[in-house]
């Protein structure tokens, strides 16, 4: 099974990194607008995009605050459906390093690769987004 892996600095505590990676308004500031997410393990987590020509749905599978946030993927996507989104928030050097990586992909498909720039792309958001640049979401609608 193929993974995506991404890890960047941010300039934030970790904190302050798992909240934009577990609450509705947070996730919105960088990710989709249509963000929805339940915020506890067990909970579902909704994500639309291009007016919701697209849908994600993830179930919460773990949330340790400051440290790590686990989603499975369900529905609408074959592709997505059954991979897991894994972020590991570190304290280091005065900066939170987050190691992002979406596994459990069944090939490195077309989808795959376009994703992979689109998670490296989105990990620059949250980073800009926590670090005061205010990108906004990369999907308004």
């Avoid at 249509?34 to 995009?49: L, P, S």
């Avoid at 599978?61 to 499975?72: L, T």
């Avoid at 972020?87 to 050097?93: D, G, L, P, T, V």
């Avoid at 077309?110 to 792309?121: F, H, K, M, Q």
Wanted: proline content about 4%; charged content about 25%; aromatic content about 10%.
């Amino acid at each position: 099974m193929a993974e995506l892996k991404h890890q960047i600095a941010i300039k934030s505590t970790p904190e302050r990194v798992y909240s934009a990676l577990t609450t509705q308004s947070g996730l919105s500031q960088w990710w989709t607008s249509d963000a929805k997410t339940e915020q506890k393990v067990g909970g579902n987590a909704e994500f639309g995009f291009d007016k919701r020509a697209t849908v994600f749905r993830m179930k919460i599978e773990k949330q340790n605050p400051g440290k790590d946030v686990v989603w499975s993927c369900h529905g609408d996507n074959p592709e997505w459906s059954g991979t897991l989104l894994t972020w590991s928030i570190s304290h280091e050097n005065g900066t939170s390093v987050v190691r992002f990586t979406h596994s459990g992909w069944k090939s490195a498909s077309e989808l795959y690769a376009i994703c992979n720039t689109t998670w490296g792309e989105l990990m620059h958001r949250l980073r800009d987004y926590l670090e005061g640049k205010n990108p906004g979401p990369h999907w308004k609608e």
